[in-house]
């Protein structure tokens, strides 16, 4: 049982290149999260989506797109990336409303 | 929206010693209470969480304490071990997601 899983594990982009980030999710959870992680900082939300077909900004959502592809994965886009979005990024998981939210291993993004 | 906040930001304790982190939140309404541990290089894991019908829960050495009439919850550790330093985090819900405490560096000086 892998729980969440986020590819890539690390990430250097140039200013200005996009990506995509990946999760995916085998505990069969309705919920989905995006958070990211600077130094010395707590989680901030970036995306979540409560159910399948549907997504809603969190707290930090400019500069991000996310999709949810299916029940199991959740992606995070960035479309023009800023050295502002180094980060370490967290996907998360839940059946609902954040109750036992399982966390992916992170994904540490560098933007130069 | 729920704001919660998360005290103390650094905790150093010896080892055996008992370590307490304390966290307010705002919305009245919250029901679930979450607290997370962060070992370096990782991600959140959970450790422990409380209902609003209870005030207490206990896990081995890890409790937490909830008192929804000051709208504040506490993590207790005790007999603290080398392999409790770690980041902790505190969460509380806000509609379809949690928002999360800044989080408490916890060193067990050995």
């Known amino acids: 049982n892998a729980g969440v899983t986020q590819t890539p594990k690390f990430q250097v982009l140039k200013t200005g290149q996009s990506m995509t980030l990946q999760c995916a999710q085998d505990?069969?959870?309705?919920?989905m999260y995006w958070y990211r992680q600077d130094p010395g900082m707590g989680l901030r939300l970036i995306y979540y989506?409560?159910?399948?077909?549907?997504?809603d900004k969190g707290e930090v959502p400019n500069g991000y797109n996310v999709s949810r592809l299916n029940k199991r994965e959740f992606s995070l886009r960035l479309e023009s990336a800023a050295p502002s979005q180094t980060s370490v990024y967290f996907c998360?998981?839940?059946?609902?409303?954040?109750?036992?939210?399982?966390f992916g291993q992170g994904t540490r993004l560098t933007v130069v | 929206g729920e704001n919660v906040e998360q005290h103390p930001s650094t905790l150093s304790v010896q080892e055996g010693d008992s370590a307490v982190i304390k966290c307010t939140y705002s919305?009245?309404?919250?029901?679930?209470f979450p607290w997370y541990k962060q070992e370096l290089g990782k991600g959140p894991q959970l450790i422990i969480d409380?209902?609003?019908?209870?005030g207490e829960k206990k896990d081995q050495r890890i409790a937490v304490t909830l008192n929804k009439t000051a709208k504040h919850f506490s993590l207790h550790i005790t007999e603290t071990q080398p392999e409790d330093s770690a980041v902790y985090f505190c969460?509380?819900?806000?509609?379809?997601?949690?928002?999360f405490g800044g989080g408490t560096r916890v060193l067990v000086k050995p």
């Open positions: 998360a998981s839940s059946e609902r409303d954040g109750v036992e939210a399982f």
């Open positions: 505990m069969n959870h309705n919920s």
């Open positions: 989506s409560a159910s399948e077909g549907t997504t």
């Open positions: 919305d009245s309404a919250s029901n679930y």
């Open positions: 409380i209902r609003s019908n209870v």
């Open positions: 969460a509380a819900p806000q509609g379809n997601k949690l928002t």
